[in-house]
């Protein structure tokens, strides 16, 4: 089946370490996006990437990192710089960006503990 | 000011009612508009796509989009208590989309 996976599902994390939440699809899409959701706030951009080796920070980038060496992989790392980093978060892709629809994985939760 | 604002409601309405869903926006520059359904713990589902200003129906929902008053609108009618979600609104930019922070809607049995 085509869509996008992320794992895990639910990551527990302590203080002061990093965590890498992972992000495949099997769409051939180009363009690939990080988001994250907090309540009352609907979804943010955190980092997108419109092609191989190219990213671009979103609205809120500090304490969070990316990589995309692979068309259909797209990581985020959480680091420990990120002061509030319990969320849901989300990874999307599309075929491009501008008007082209962007589809959802599952999601990923974590909390800091 | 926010680019994108959506009521959060929480809206409760009963089965078989008509829904009706707002957004407004400050970019004229948008010109795709986009409606997801969030089930609970789960990530967006595309539900209404519409480019430019009018009308679009599929069942029992229709997207509106308003150019000139900068708002969009989804009607849901004849309600399920399987429509209850938080429903996002979304619109286009370079960047990917911008999204409302969502209304979550519970239609009761």
């Known amino acids: 089946d085509g869509g996008i996976t992320q794992s895990p599902k639910y990551l527990f994390r302590k203080e002061g370490q990093n965590v890498t939440l992972s992000c495949e699809q099997n769409?051939?899409?180009?363009?690939m996006y990080w988001y994250r959701q907090d309540p009352g706030q609907g979804l943010r951009l955190i980092y997108y990437s419109q092609i191989v080796n190219d990213f671009q920070k979103g609205d809120i980038a500090e304490g969070y990192s990316v990589s995309r060496e692979k068309k259909e992989s797209f990581p985020l790392t959480v680091t420990s710089a990120q002061k509030n980093p319990t969320a849901f978060y989300l990874c999307?892709?599309?075929?491009?960006?501008?008007?082209?629809?962007?589809?959802f994985g599952e999601g990923s939760w974590l909390t800091v503990v | 000011q926010k680019e994108v604002e959506q009521d959060p409601g929480p809206l409760s309405v009963p089965e078989g009612a008509i829904v009706s869903l707002n957004c407004t926006y400050s970019?004229?520059?948008?010109?795709?508009f986009m409606w997801y359904r969030q089930y609970s713990r789960k990530g967006p589902e595309l539900l209404m796509y519409t480019y430019s200003s009018g009308n679009k129906e599929d069942g029992r929902f229709t997207a509106q989009v308003d150019k000139s008053s900068k708002y969009i609108s989804l009607f849901i009618r004849d309600s399920q208590p399987s429509d209850s979600a938080t429903y996002l609104c979304?619109?286009?930019?370079?960047?990917?989309?911008?999204f409302g922070t969502g209304t979550l809607l519970a239609v009761q049995p």
């Open positions: 970019n004229s520059a948008f010109q795709y």
């Open positions: 979304a619109m286009s930019s370079v960047r990917g989309l911008i």
């Open positions: 999307a892709s599309s075929r491009g960006t501008g008007g082209n629809t962007i589809y």
């Open positions: 769409l051939n899409h180009d363009a």
